[in-house]
């Protein structure tokens, strides 16, 4: 019997045993469903997070201080702080310093920011939002967004705010935020723009308002430390070569060593990186939980052909008295298997892309790939095919005299 024949024979066979078959179909079905839909969450997590990333803007770095923890995003930071050099409660970055970064070559802008937590009330609403003190030659670039309605803030501003989109339509539900007034820790400021939605919720400026450099020191009483730096570098150049060139610049003024480095640089392909490293841990870890439950269905089909095998006996030695080989036998039983595995590929194929459909609606990002649906099929078909071999070589080995006696 040619291979054709062979897996018509297996059909059949599946066909006849149906409810079994169906069982052993449906483990194969929950196990690749598992497995696609739960790495496709990491997956979709991670490009989520990496489109949230590049929306801060490539060009853009970010300096605060205290030393970068190993496994950390930032841009060569030393090790632990309370081992190397100051810890970052006594690590400072002065507006000094950032004023010599501005000389480095590369650095297109400099913003020494000021940044704390506020008392924030409009009209009837109160509320903590964090409010930033900007160098208006860099705003709003070092936001790595634009102005959605009204204006920057200028150098003479020191009673104006700039809000971040969030704040204005979320916090304040005002889509017409201009011109009106807020209070931050009882000071009035008067809103003179807001910033279009930045498409990320961590270190992103929706949450947020600007207001100038010289107004946050008065008003936080900070006129030395600054709080962050944020270097935008200049066209033609390389972000990450930049980097480098302000974390050695600043380890001369601090007169530190790299393992003694006191400070943070964080770019945007350091932090991609940090946060693929992540994502495609949870997918390995993800996908390993998953593939518990394909095993499960494995055995569910391993079970299955063991049961076929026995109720088969007697045909199995009617096809050896009819002249078919060993090696005839163990294809016809594995084919049958690795053809559960197939059919429950494809339907945990479309489960997957239901369960998709689903997690989106609850926002829960997911994405399918086509080399993640190649992985559940050809897992499918492995695991069912290995499921099947014992049974099949037990099928082979029967004796076609013994075969014709069994009832």
């Known amino acids: 019997m040619n291979d054709f024949e062979l897996a018509e024979l297996a059909m059949n066979s599946l066909r006849y045993r149906s409810l079994r078959s169906w069982l052993a179909v449906l483990g194969i079905v929950i196990g690749v469903a598992s497995i696609i839909s739960l790495i496709s969450i990491s997956q979709g997590m991670n490009a989520n997070i990496q489109?949230?990333?590049?929306?801060?803007?490539?060009?853009?770095?970010?300096?605060?201080?205290?030393?970068?923890?190993?496994?950390?995003?930032?841009?060569?930071?030393?090790?632990?702080?309370?081992?190397?050099?100051?810890?970052?409660?006594?690590?400072?970055?002065?507006?000094?310093?950032?004023?010599?970064?501005?000389?480095?070559?590369?650095?297109?802008?400099?913003?020494?920011?000021?940044?704390?937590?506020?008392?924030?009330?409009?009209?009837?609403?109160?509320?903590?939002?964090?409010?930033?003190?900007?160098?208006?030659?860099?705003?709003?670039?070092?936001?790595?967004?634009?102005?959605?309605?009204?204006?920057?803030?200028?150098?003479s501003d020191t009673s104006s705010v700039v809000l971040g989109y969030s704040v204005a339509t979320d916090t304040f539900n005002d889509s017409s935020m201009i011109n009106k007034q807020i209070k931050i820790n009882g000071e009035p400021f008067r809103v003179v723009g807001v910033l279009n939605t930045s498409g990320t919720s961590f270190g992103g400026p929706d949450r947020s308002i600007f207001i100038t450099q010289r107004a946050a020191k008065t008003l936080f009483n900070q006129t030395d430390k600054a709080s962050s730096v944020v270097v935008i570098s200049a066209d033609g150049y390389n972000p990450d070569t930049v980097a480098a060139s302000v974390a050695t610049k600043l380890r001369e003024l601090h007169r530190v060593s790299v393992d003694k480095q006191d400070f943070t640089v964080t770019t945007a392909s350091s932090t991609q990186s940090a946060i693929s490293s992540i994502t495609n841990t949870l997918g390995l870890f993800l996908g390993g939980i998953a593939s518990i439950s394909l095993i499960?269905?494995?055995?569910?089909?391993?079970?299955?052909?063991?049961?076929?095998?026995?109720?088969?006996?007697?045909?199995?030695?009617?096809?050896?008295?009819?002249?078919?080989?060993?090696?005839?036998?163990?294809?016809?039983?594995?084919?049958?298997?690795?053809?559960?595995?197939?059919?429950?590929?494809?339907?945990?194929?479309?489960?997957?892309?239901?369960?998709?459909f689903v997690l989106a609606s609850f926002g829960l990002p997911s994405k399918i790939t086509p080399d993640l649906l190649l992985l559940g099929m050809g897992f499918s078909v492995v695991v069912g095919a290995v499921a099947g071999l014992i049974p099949a070589r037990n099928a082979a080995s029967v004796e076609p005299i013994e075969a014709l006696r069994y009832e």
Not at 77 to 106: M, Y
Not at 311 to 338: D, H, M, P, W
């Open 296 to 356: 499960v269905g494995g055995i569910g089909v391993a079970n299955a052909m063991f049961t076929s095998v026995l109720e088969q006996t007697r045909y199995i030695g009617i096809l050896k008295a009819l002249g078919a080989r060993n090696s005839a036998v163990l294809k016809l039983f594995l084919y049958e298997a690795c053809m559960v595995g197939l059919v429950g590929g494809t339907l945990g194929i479309a489960l997957s892309f239901v369960a998709s």
């Open 51 to 155: 489109s949230s990333i590049s929306g801060l803007g490539a060009n853009i770095m970010t300096i605060t201080a205290g030393a970068a923890r190993a496994g950390s995003m930032g841009f060569g930071g030393g090790g632990p702080p309370q081992e190397f050099g100051r810890t970052a409660s006594e690590a400072k970055i002065t507006f000094d310093e950032a004023e010599a970064l501005r000389k480095v070559e590369g650095v297109a802008k400099v913003d020494a920011r000021v940044q704390s937590n506020a008392r924030v009330s409009y009209k009837n609403r109160n509320t903590s939002i964090t409010v930033i003190g900007v160098e208006p030659s860099a705003f709003p670039q070092s936001t790595g967004t634009n102005l959605s309605v009204g204006r920057g803030l200028g150098t």
